[in-house]
């Protein structure tokens, strides 16, 4: 069965620190890959998305992550983190073209930017 | 910009009673998702639907139900709660343009079961 590991469940970091959340999944076939954000007290939202294509995606709020095929491996990060990034951190994969295919979540990561 | 609607933001019930979380989205979505988020487990699925009618099991569909009558409408149901379905509780949809569409999601229903 398709899973998502994420491998850290709680990151500290001071602002301006580089930031990589890591992601691995189990599939060998074509995938769609995801990161969501879910700031306290918020729904959670899609960071970025990956189909095809450039394997490094950027998304909102300098954001980026790169697919990395033959790692199975769809790692988050940012240069420099600010306070605001602090919220749960979400990977997540669909795993084809069949109308039944579910996206899989990770576990998350709880991320904590210090002031 | 998509709008996912829960019915409640905190929910709070008794062991025994039978509980419906209400979810409607205004976009047209085809595909409907409940999840439940749990510490630690991340979120997981419970039950889905891609069509009026129609439901599929996810991964934990024990002691829920689903009904989807009209397309913008999802409905779950704990058809007997019981303290370890005390959760929070996910509505999610997403359209149907192909695959990895991504899902848009509502606030969150906080179930206390008591």
């Known amino acids: 069965a398709q899973s998502v590991s994420q491998h850290n469940h709680h990151v500290i970091l001071s602002e301006a620190a580089s930031l990589e959340l890591g992601c691995n999944y189990s599939y060998g076939g074509t995938v769609n890959l995801f990161w969501y954000v879910q700031y306290p007290g918020q729904h959670l939202q899609l960071l970025l998305k990956?189909?095809?294509?450039?394997?490094l995606v950027k998304g909102i709020k300098g954001f980026e992550a790169e697919f990395i095929k033959s790692k199975f491996s769809f790692n988050l990060r940012k240069p420099s983190v600010q306070w605001s990034d602090t919220a749960e951190y979400f990977c997540a994969v669909n795993t084809g073209p069949n109308r039944d295919d579910k996206i899989i979540f990770g576990k998350g990561t709880r991320l904590h930017i210090l002031p | 910009d998509v709008k996912v609607t829960q019915s409640s933001r905190y929910l709070v019930k008794r062991t025994g009673e039978k509980v419906f979380l209400e979810c409607v989205q205004d976009?047209?979505?085809?595909?409907m998702f409940w999840y439940r988020q749990d510490p630690g487990l991340g979120l997981r699925l419970i039950y889905f639907s891609y069509d009026v009618k129609m439901k599929e099991k996810g991964d934990i569909p024990e002691g829920y139900s689903v009904s989807r009558e009209k397309k913008e409408r999802f409905s779950l149901i704990l058809e007997s709660a019981s303290t370890n379905q005390t959760s929070m509780y996910l509505c999610?949809?997403?359209?149907?343009?192909?695959?990895?569409?991504?899902?848009?999601f509502g606030d969150g229903t906080r179930l206390s079961i008591l």
């Open positions: 999610a949809s997403s359209g149907s343009g192909g695959p990895g569409q991504p899902q848009h």
């Open positions: 990956y189909f095809s294509g450039d394997p």
């Open positions: 976009m047209d979505h085809e595909n």
